[in-house]
């Protein structure tokens, strides 16, 4: 039961939040797979919803996996970004690209663009022979909104 509990919802999440939780993913990517990752999330000043945190978690994790199976990568990027209240998050890899694959045969992919649409977002894919690039956005109804000037002071 804790185990299931703790893959419905990584405890670090909760305890973290969102860019530690990332940190943590892509550093036991690294040591697994030796696949090199750099995060950047230093322009991010959103605050997702829980559940729109557990999704992007998520889309990052499988989005890693597929970069591990399928893209023959030296290395991976994730950057937070929060454009106008919005989230996006791009996640970029220098692999060989989905090299005549439609994308559309597995679960993963699919799982990524639901989850993203669950919150009124989207994925979108760019895929070419230098790389593969992912952005998943949410609108910013999947945020908190910002603390007032109070809280921060
Ligand atoms: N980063 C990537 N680099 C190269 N090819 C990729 C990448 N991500 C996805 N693909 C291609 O797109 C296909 C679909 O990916 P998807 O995650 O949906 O399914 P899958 O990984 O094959 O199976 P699963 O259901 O286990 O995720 C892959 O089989 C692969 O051909
Ligand atoms: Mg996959």
Redesign the pocket.
């Known amino acids: 039961m804790r185990r299931l509990s703790h893959d419905l919802r990584p405890r670090v999440l909760d305890d973290l939040g969102l860019s530690s939780a990332l940190e943590a993913l892509c550093h036991n990517f690294s040591e697994r797979t030796g696949i090199a990752t750099h995060l950047e999330y230093a322009a991010f000043k959103a605050r997702p919803k829980a559940e729109a945190s557990t999704a992007l978690y998520r889309v990052a994790r499988?989005?890693l996996?597929?970069?591990e199976?399928?893209?023959?990568?030296s290395s991976v990027s994730i950057t937070l970004l929060s454009p106008k209240g919005r989230v996006q998050m791009i996640i970029e890899?220098d692999?060989?690209?989905?090299?005549g694959?439609?994308?559309?045969?597995?679960?993963?992919?699919?799982?990524m663009q639901e989850r993203m649409a669950h919150f009124g977002g989207l994925l979108l894919i760019q895929?070419s022979p230098a790389?593969?690039r992912?952005q998943a956005s949410l609108p910013k109804t999947a945020s908190l909104p910002p603390a007032p000037l109070s809280e921060v002071a």
Do not use: P, W
Request: glycine residues 26%.
């Open positions: 499988e989005a996996n597929n970069v199976r399928h893209a023959g990568a890899d692999g060989k690209g989905f090299a694959q439609s994308g559309m045969g597995g679960l993963g992919l699919r799982n895929t790389g593969t992912l």
